[in-house]
T-cell receptor, first 109, second 112 residues
Framework: RKEVEQDPGPFNVPEGATVAFNCTYSNSASQSFFWYRQDCRKEPKLLMSVYSSGNEDGRFTAQLNRASQYISLLIRDSKLSDSATYLC??????????FGAGTRLTVKP | DVKVTQSSRYLVKRTGEKVFLECVQDMDHENMFWYRQDPGLGLRLIYFSYDVKMKEKGDIPEGYSVSREKKERFSLILESASTNQTSMYLCASESPSRAEQFFGPGTRLTVL
């Protein structure tokens, strides 16, 4: 079983839709959590950190549920430019980040 | 802005060749990482370094070695390239304050 699991998708949604991705992790001692975004043929870039209290950045909301060991990302009012692969990342301890394989999102006009 | 550069975007090598992949960061970060990314598997850590001349094995170090002679430069070496090392190789540098990793553009290596 992979340490960080994501639904690979693809998720195909129309512009303006709300879409949610989930990610589960197996190591209960994991300390910090992130969502990265990776465009086609590009490097991953940090989208947002995920805090226990949940956090919002514009149209993006990230939630952490430590008891159930999952992380979610909600995108509201999807834009064409949101099309990318979203990587769930779990930091077990310093220098030990674990990446999910990614969820691919395509937003269509 | 943090900048992480990698020596090549695309590389084609033959089985048995020695391959050097270089990574340079300009933010004076201590921690640097080498990953490979394969479809369906995500990023897997090959090696990381937390200081000059210091290195630690990641999850898949077999067939690879690394060198960190200067803080800004972290090199990945394939001693004798094999076809199963065909992959996208990504270097990253880590900000200590946020634990955020900054990635280079990647090197797509094909071993024939």
């Amino acid at each position: 079983r992979k340490e960080v699991e994501q639904d690979p998708g693809p998720f195909n949604v129309p512009e303006g839709a709300t879409v949610a991705f989930n990610c589960t992790y197996s190591n209960s001692a994991s300390q910090s959590f992130f969502w990265y975004r990776q465009d086609c043929r590009k490097e991953p870039k940090l989208l947002m950190s995920v805090y226990s209290s949940g956090n919002e950045d514009g149209r993006f909301t990230a939630q952490l549920n430590r008891a159930s060991q999952y992380i979610s990302l909600l995108i509201r009012d999807s834009k064409l430019s949101d099309s990318a692969t979203y990587l769930c990342v779990v930091n077990r301890r310093n220098n030990d980040m674990r990446f999910g394989a990614g969820t691919r999102l395509t937003v269509k006009p | 802005d943090v900048k992480v550069t990698q020596s090549s975007r695309y590389l084609v090598k033959r089985t048995g060749e020695k391959v050097f992949l270089e990574c340079v960061q300009d933010m004076d970060h201590e921690n640097m990482f080498w990953y490979r990314q394969d479809p369906g598997l995500g990023l897997r850590l090959i090696y990381f370094s937390y200081d000059v001349k210091m290195k630690e094995k990641g999850d898949i170090p077999e067939g690879y070695s690394v060198s960190r002679e200067k803080k800004e430069r972290f090199s990945l070496i394939l001693e004798s390239a094999s076809t199963n090392q065909t992959s996208m190789y990504l270097c990253a540098s880590e900000s200590p304050s946020r634990a955020e990793q900054f990635f280079g553009p990647g090197t797509r290596l094909t071993v024939l």
